[in-house]
């Protein structure tokens, strides 16, 4: 059964068109992994999905299309881990992430222990119980994006959301993140769409690739399949390696360019540079 379906999405900002005629169905349980280049349109996408910008053409979420529905109604089917999430800095963690029950809470009600219990859980999924306490402004920027994607987990939305979820972790907690987004994908059919600069990652977490640039679909599928030097040439102005592991996972190696940038393209001249001691 689809999760999400769009037909032709189409975003612009005044005169500049972010994401152009994009149609694609995402089947429930599936990882799809958003990937191109910066402004390629990867967050506006996911931004359409969650319904936080304008778009014409049609997005639709469990069949339903999301036009109709109320946004609180839209809450409890899509979950968003922004890249750049508001965070109120006097807040701490276990309020912030109880923020994410606010769709099932009732208008003028308080949080029931049920809610409770499902954000302990994730505190401890996400090893935060040691910070429940601490004031948003006291995190770490990897303690603050584990916070901000407890909170949308906890919202238990069968779609997630997320816009560079791993990019200030460490690789322990890149691997926890990913692992139990994947473990809740199996266990709770959870639908991923997530935009990601790790190639590699991005190869070894989703189940398909699209590839993105200047607002447009210009490669899906496997990650054998659109992971292509070629490819990454051509759409990132990058030169890299693509290695296929023993178990046949896709890894993605920047190499340096064969001809060096010469000093007038980086903008030093011989006589700037420090002399030798």
Do not use: C
């Amino acid at each position: 059964m689809t999760a999400v379906s769009l037909h032709r999405v189409t975003v612009s900002f005044d005169e500049n068109v972010a994401v152009q005629d994009l149609s694609v169905d995402v089947q429930r349980g599936a990882w799809i992994g958003l990937i191109g280049p910066n402004g390629a349109g990867k967050s506006t996408l996911l931004r359409a999905i969650a319904g936080l910008v304008a778009f014409s053409g049609e997005v639709a979420l469990d069949g339903r299309p999301m036009s109709g529905l109320p946004r609180r109604e839209v809450a409890r089917l899509v979950a968003f881990v922004p890249q750049k999430p508001v965070t109120p800095e006097g807040m701490i963690v276990t309020d912030y992430v109880l923020m994410g029950r606010t769709p099932y809470i009732p208008y003028l009600g308080s949080e029931s222990d049920h809610d409770l219990r499902i954000v302990g859980d994730v505190l401890d999924r996400l090893d935060l119980r040691p910070l429940a306490t601490r004031p948003l402004g006291s995190l770490s920027g990897g303690e603050l994006q584990r916070v901000v994607l407890a909170r949308a987990l906890a919202q238990q939305a069968p779609v997630l959301l997320l816009d560079e979820p791993t990019s200030a972790l460490d690789v322990g907690h890149q691997q926890q993140v990913l692992e139990l987004v994947d473990e809740l994908r199996s266990t709770h059919a959870l639908t991923v769409v997530s935009a990601m600069h790790d190639l590699t990652l991005a190869g070894q977490f989703a189940d398909d690739l699209m590839l993105l640039n200047g607002g447009r679909a210009v490669g899906t599928g496997s990650a054998r399949t659109v992971l292509t030097e070629s490819a990454i040439r051509e759409h990132y102005g990058a030169t890299v390696r693509v290695v296929v592991g023993d178990d046949g996972e896709i890894v993605v190696i920047p190499t340096r360019r064969s001809t060096p940038l010469d000093e007038g393209a980086l903008g030093v001249a011989a006589t700037e540079r420090p002399s030798a001691r």
